[in-house]
């Protein structure tokens, strides 16, 4: 059966960063994308960015181009999210999805990680 | 960027009733749109794809319907299990965009 299994929570200080696993497993990783949604407490769901696990391919959010990184360990099927300069509005609850198809919904989801940005 | 507009945000409702959540898009987006739900502390669940698609495993009281700009999730009877956060999502061309989320609350 597919999973997604993230890493844990991580607290870190204003200007920090933080970086996020996403171990893929039941399925072929190189054929689907990977997306990084975030959630702040209370609040919706804001879409982060994407990466092709076949070739690398990227497309952030615009209002996070410059500070996220995303990348993938084919040899481990896994995907990992990099947030640099974080900020306290950085605080969330993180999560991976399988992208259905090129650019399709997400049918897969990971667990969460709870990122907590504090002096 | 498309912005998906989501009305109502808070929806009170009893079990058995029949719901219906709007979500609007700002511009086409043909049938490329999702409906998540989503309960305190999981993550979200894939309910409907292309607009009238039902995933599978998903009961058949969900279902879904519009195209271009303005598209509904309708659940047939609400169950107790239903009382959830409800979000919309376009899907086209390597850019993703969420609904603001409807919660369903039981009145």
């Known amino acids: 059966q597919v999973q997604l299994v993230q890493s844990g929570a991580e607290v870190k200080k204003p200007g920090a960063s933080v970086k996020v696993s996403c171990k893929a497993s039941g399925y072929t990783f190189t054929s689907y994308g990977i997306s990084w949604v975030r959630q702040a407490p209370g609040q919706g769901l804001e879409w982060m960015g994407w990466?092709?696990?076949?070739?690398?391919?990227?497309n952030y959010a615009q209002k996070l181009q410059g500070r996220v990184t995303m990348t993938t360990d084919t040899s481990t099927s896994t995907a990992y999210m990099e947030l640099r300069s974080l900020r306290s509005d950085d605080t969330a609850v993180y999560y991976c999805?399988?992208?259905?198809?090129?650019?399709?919904?997400?049918?897969?989801w990971g667990q969460g990680t709870l990122v907590t940005v504090s002096s | 960027d498309i912005q998906m507009t989501q009305s109502p945000s808070t929806l009170s409702a009893s079990v058995g009733d029949r719901v219906t959540i709007t979500c609007r898009a700002s511009?086409?987006?043909?049938?490329?749109l999702a409906w998540y739900q989503q309960k305190p502390g999981k993550a979200p669940k894939l309910l409907i794809y292309?607009?009238?698609s039902l995933e599978s495993g998903v009961p058949s009281r969900f279902s879904g319907s519009g195209s271009g700009t303005e598209f509904t999730l309708t659940i047939s009877s609400l169950q107790p299990d239903d009382f959830a956060t409800y979000y919309c999502q376009q899907y086209n061309s390597y850019v993703w965009t969420f609904g603001q989320g409807t919660k369903v609350e039981i009145k």
């Open positions: 511009q086409s987006i043909s049938s490329w």
């Open positions: 990466i092709s696990a076949y070739n690398g391919n990227t």
């Open positions: 292309k607009a009238s």
């Open positions: 999805a399988r992208v259905r198809g090129l650019t399709g919904p997400f049918d897969y």
